[in-house]
């Protein structure tokens, strides 16, 4: 089969998240077929096919010094020939029909000698090897973040005096002058207050400490979008929507390189600590991938083939999630639901093994110093009741409102971006973002701390030894043991971390929809879960205390007996976490063994599923697409969703091109054209292929032709052989006719042929049609009637019709 990529001028493209994306022509009039009424009976004085040639002295290639006038310099394979342009989708079909014919070269020459048998060996043992690598480079380079990502937020506040490059934690870690009320005080650990004016009390220190954390923020900020901007475009944002674009056979050159990588890491590390509200969770995923694509470049059978290299990108994507919640089997089955689209079953193992490695080797680092691997990570022992059930799918509806809210509102802010002037000046957007979001978040010290802290500070089940203002509650008992504490009332500061946590909750929902898309390093999973964390926090500080003054109502008295633990504050936050999460990305299966690998408790399976899919069906009520598919759209990307089904009778012939009443179709023909008129039409249009017919009065379809391979096979001919001229025929054919003395030799090009193009009929359903182009991974297919070529749909006319039928602006869709 042979797929075909829409012209796309590369001009009409500017490169980078800076710009937005333009749309280029060239697929609109790829395939023009004349509005005349179609006459699809057969002539009679159509050619014979090639095959239907008999044997014969004259279609042997005879006549004088036909032997060494044919060109048929494509014994050998060219170098190029078969590659892809940038910004267009691969030849799933070809791609594997070429692995599997190298495994089977690689399996016949084992049986000839031991060398041979030691390169097979070796061959299928080089995908667990690139895996480890993977696994280890991921693992390593998350450790590294996580490490300067907590000492760099920690700067804002202060340093340490003993060793700069402590951060408050490790500074006061064998400091024994630390008091349990104030255990964030140590001598060794020196506010900027305390550095600059000698004192920390007062308003004077109060102001010098809130200038210190907003101009801190502003330089990380600030140099972190320069980063980006100057040296790699491709570092802003998630990274997520590509990567499902380009695993789903689209080529973005550059966007998995080397200077992505080493940009985005320095870049995450700047935007995760400047305060802004984002997370490292989504661009750790693309710092993986990245390592996957840079490591494939060492092995041969993942460097030349892409399908096997997006099989790779799949494991390091799996790796990604891995490595940022220390949840192994929880980022393959992110990878299988969320990002992979062609996800066989030996990827999965190797996803697995993949995700292994790099958990190992980041428990190995041990960034946070508690053996753990993320910094939020709680146990529960308090078993849940029925009844709550109630106030978890209440959270549920409360993540999918939040979760549709959210993605509406941030893509009209992202399309704004893209129309309007705002997108011409990223750097003093995030500056100004990064400022408001500083001034907002001194004075609210829930907002002031990493959002990680926070979550894992929301998450916390109380005990007696805690002395945050959330564990602030009376106690009226007297005991010294370290277990289950019972039910009590709240005091003071419970009530004064409720007010500020509310606070905080508008604070967060409002910076996030502004924040999410910006031109630095940007995750979506750790703002998510903070927002509802806080919601799920809140309400389950309410459900506390109604079960403790109220124990004796009908809905409590039958479980939650009067100086019992009945609720655990922290495990609501947890499921207002997930529910959350869930409303924004439609996550399901991954998302609720991601949270209880975090929780390291398997009894919650359930409060997390009901909340997990209460969330996606309130927030699919309300919108179908979930964030990064949304992004996907906004951008234009070339991805077929494989989850949406096609309900439309429309017919193949309502959406090929050409149209009735439009041009002509741009063909070759098989053994007319000189090379001058190749070139010619190569010039004259910027489509990425062209169908082969026997002749242009016949339109019978022989086959279909890539352009970049005729531009190289072209040039190449001219280059090593000589007497290929502008007047030389080209032949598409096995065979070519006698020629008459002292004419140019010809050019035989049957090689770069496909001859087994994907064809449908005129009459084909659509829906046949879609369904096609998804599970085979499609670019086109010609459409044709008893034969004879009528046109051909791209897989950017399938994304617009579909588009159309949505009610949605077709013109969205940039790229085939």
């Not at 330089?219 to 320069?226: D, Q």
């Not at 003054?549 to 009945?566: E, N, R, T, V």
């Not at 209880?596 to 309300?622: C, N, Q, R």
């Not at 072209?714 to 020629?739: C, L, W």
């Amino acid at each position: 089969f042979s797929f075909y990529t829409g012209a796309m001028d590369s001009r009409g493209f500017q490169q980078g998240c800076f710009n937005s994306f333009q749309s280029s022509s060239s697929d609109e009039d790829l395939v023009d077929i004349p509005g005349t009424a179609m006459n699809f009976s057969l002539r009679d004085d159509v050619p014979p096919l090639d095959g239907e040639i008999e044997e014969d002295k004259s279609y042997n290639g005879g006549g004088i010094g036909s032997s060494t006038r044919m060109m048929d310099f494509l014994e050998e394979p060219i170098p190029g020939v078969g590659t892809y342009d940038d910004f267009n989708t691969i030849d799933w079909v070809r791609e594997k029909s070429r692995d599997r014919d190298r495994h089977r070269e690689i399996t016949n020459k084992s049986k000839e000698s031991t060398w041979a048998l030691i390169h097979s060996v070796s061959d299928a043992f080089s995908g667990w090897l690139l895996m480890l690598l993977i696994g280890l480079l991921s693992g390593s380079l998350a450790g590294l973040i996580d490490i300067s990502a907590h000492w760099m937020t920690d700067l804002k506040e202060g340093i340490c005096t003993e060793g700069l490059w402590f951060n408050h934690e490790h500074c006061c870690w064998d400091s024994d002058q630390v008091t349990f009320e104030n255990k964030d005080k140590c001598p060794k650990w020196n506010s900027w207050s305390q550095l600059l004016i000698s004192t920390e009390e007062g308003a004077f220190a109060y102001i010098v400490n809130y200038f210190m954390y907003v101009l801190w923020a502003l330089l990380f900020a600030f140099l972190a979008v320069s980063l980006v901007k100057v040296f790699a475009p491709y570092a802003c944002g998630s990274g997520i929507p590509e990567i499902k674009t380009i695993l789903s056979g689209f080529i973005i050159r550059g966007y998995l390189g080397k200077w992505t990588l080493i940009i985005k890491t320095i870049t995450l590390v700047l935007a995760v600590s400047s305060g802004l509200s984002l997370g490292k969770e989504g661009p750790l995923v693309h710092v993986a991938c990245c390592c996957g694509n840079i490591l494939c470049h060492c092995f041969n059978k993942y460097r030349k083939n892409e399908a096997k290299r997006r099989e790779v990108l799949s494991a390091a994507a799996a790796a990604g999630v891995s490595v940022a919640f220390g949840a192994p089997i929880g980022g393959v089955l992110f990878s299988l639901e969320e990002v992979s689209y062609y996800f066989p079953l030996k990827t999965l193992w190797r996803s697995f093994f993949a995700a292994l490695v790099a958990a190992f080797t980041l428990r190995s680092i041990n960034p946070f110093g508690n053996s753990r691997l993320v910094l939020f990570y709680v146990e529960f022992h308090t078993p849940w009741h029925l009844f709550e059930l109630v106030p978890f799918i209440l959270l549920g509806i409360f993540g999918g409102l939040w979760g549709a809210l959210f993605i509406r509102t941030n893509i009209a802010w992202c399309r704004k971006r893209k129309t309007t002037q705002l997108g011409k000046y990223p750097v003093i957007e995030v500056l100004v973002v990064t400022a408001i979001t500083a001034i907002l978040a001194f004075p609210n010290e829930y907002t002031r701390m990493s959002t990680s802290e926070l979550i894992s500070e929301l998450f916390n089940d109380c005990g007696l030894l805690d002395s945050s203002k959330l564990c602030d509650y009376e106690n009226h008992f007297n005991s010294s043991k370290g277990g289950d504490l019972p039910d009590r009332p709240a005091g003071a500061g419970v009530y004064s971390a409720m007010w500020q946590l509310a606070l905080a909750l508008i604070m967060k929902i409002v910076i996030t929809i502004f924040t999410f898309g910006m031109k630095v390093p940007s995750g979506l999973f750790i703002p998510s879960m903070a927002v509802g964390a806080i919601a799920g926090r809140l309400l389950g500080v309410g459900m506390e205390q109604m079960a403790y003054y109220h124990h004796d109502w009908a809905i409590f008295s039958s479980w939650c007996s009067q100086g019992a633990d009945c609720i655990t504050p922290g495990l609501y936050a947890m499921v207002g976490a997930a529910a959350c999460l869930g409303g924004v990305t439609r996550m399901t299966v991954s998302l609720v063994v991601i949270m209880f690998e975090l929780t390291g408790g398997l009894e919650y399976i359930v409060p997390l599923m009901a909340a997990a899919m209460t969330s996606k069906w309130v927030a699919d009520a309300l919108g179908r697409e979930g964030i990064y598919d949304a992004h996907i759209r906004l951008n234009g990307y070339p991805f077929l969703e494989a989850k949406e089904e096609f309900a439309h009778k429309t017919l193949a012939m309502d959406v090929m091109k050409p149209r009735r009443n439009d041009p002509l179709l741009t063909v070759l023909t098989q053994d007319s054209m000189t090379v001058e008129d190749v070139e010619t039409v190569i010039s004259e249009t910027t489509y990425s292929g062209f169908p082969v017919v026997v002749s242009r009065e016949s339109q019978r379809l022989v086959g279909f032709v890539l352009r970049r391979d005729l531009i190289i096979s072209i040039e190449n001919a001219r280059k090593k052989q000589d007497g290929v001229v502008s007047t030389s025929i080209i032949y598409f054919t096995e065979h070519s006719p006698p020629m008459p003395p002292y004419t140019p030799p010809t050019l035989k090009l049957r090689n770069i042929l496909d001859l087994s193009p994907f064809t449908v009929t005129d009459l084909t359903p659509m829906e046949i049609v879609v369904d096609i182009f998804r599970k085979l991974g499609l670019r086109q297919c010609l459409v044709t009637h008893n034969g004879r070529l009528l046109g051909i749909i791209t897989k950017k006319d399938v994304l617009k019709h579909i588009a159309q039928m949505a009610n949605q602006d077709p013109d969205s869709i940039l790229f085939n």
